[in-house]
């Protein structure tokens, strides 16, 4: 097993890579919490798979379990049912002395923390990521969030989970669309921070190589992640690095109302569109945007930028939250494996849009 501490300025939890470590849950639950009753939340998809499996293993180690379950899908991270979520705790008679276990995706991880961060001003919870994005990229750092009607991720709170558990067996009744999205977050780390690990899957030259060492790729793109973390822990500086082909990405998910793109597809067309116009700007190294193109063909991700309004995507990506005031953070690349901050006055955004 593979274990990585995230040690932050008031928290202090571990990172779990391992195969088959779902079955192990219990125990190694039992030396974070010790109390007997706990709150499961997760989707209809995922409880129809690993809902059984999750309740034999808590009730082995002597836990009532209470389940919420939610629709899959990113229109589930909203109001009504953060709403629906709190109403149930309420009902559960859950207090600051339980324990929540988020166990699905980014939109179940993602809401789930939000919930356990306002519910009586907070209620531990940990992490059990079910999807590739979630478990390389969205179950650590403690980024909690659901989406308004204007834009993504724009109600949330920074809360840490007290444990991540990564199974990477769980990715195995995955349909391929959801796999290759998680893919996405994969190139982004490469792109941004390591040339190794971005030169490692190029060369792997297909789909399935790539999936056969998903486990290293899973832990490689953690210890990244958490490295970021850990320098810039509540998204004031480097950690905006994380956010590459994201201004743009979460606008074309806007645009198209989370209907057209997955989150990974709509941040692959992000990467590429920003990195097509920094390299015609000069502002990232020539032959970058080739490599990034290749490597997102190698996952099957979209290359190819749909007709959209320029206008309306502007406004839309204005709305980021690395927007301060008049301007707005970008992040970009000097070649493949380093990233910079270029900081823009909001109008020069169509610069690299258009």
Known sequence: MSVINARLSNVNYD??????????????????YKGDSIVVITDSNVEQFYGSIMDTVLNASGYKTHKIIIPPGEQSKSLINLNYVYNKLAEAEINRGNLIISFGG???GDLTGFAAATYMRGIPFINVPTTLMSQLDSSLGGKTAINLKVGKNLAGCFYHPKAVFID????????ERVYIDGLAEAVKYGAINDAELFKKMLNAN???????????????????????????????????MLNFGHTIGHAIE?????????????????????????????????????????????????IDIPQM???????????????YEN???????????????????????????E
């Open 106 to 108: 980014g939109v179940v």
């Open 168 to 175: 990477p067996s769980l990715l195995e009744t995955l349909p």
């Open 206 to 240: 297909s789909l399935e190589a790539i999936k056969s060492s998903i486990e290293d790729i899973i832990y490689r793109c953690c210890s990244i992640k958490n490295m970021f973390v850990q320098k810039d822990e509540t998204d004031r500086g480097e950690r905006h």
């Open 309 to 323: 309004d320029v206008q309306k995507l502007i406004s839309i990506a204005a709305l980021d939250k690395k927007s």
């Open 327 to 353: 301007r707005i953070k970008l992040v970009l690349l000097r070649s493949i494996g380093s990233s910079y901050i270029h900081q823009i006055p909001k109008e020069d955004l169509k610069l690299f849009i």
């Open 254 to 302: 806007r645009y198209f109302d989370y209907q057209k793109y997955t989150h990974g597809e709509a941040v692959s067309l992000g990467m590429l569109q920003i990195t097509k116009k920094s390299e015609e700007l000069n502002l990232t190294g020539k032959g970058s945007y080739e490599e990034l193109k290749k490597l997102l063909e190698i996952c099957k991700l979209p």
């Open 15 to 32: 990172i779990h890579v391992q195969k088959g470590i779902l079955n192990k849950l219990g125990s190694h639950i039992t030396s974070l």
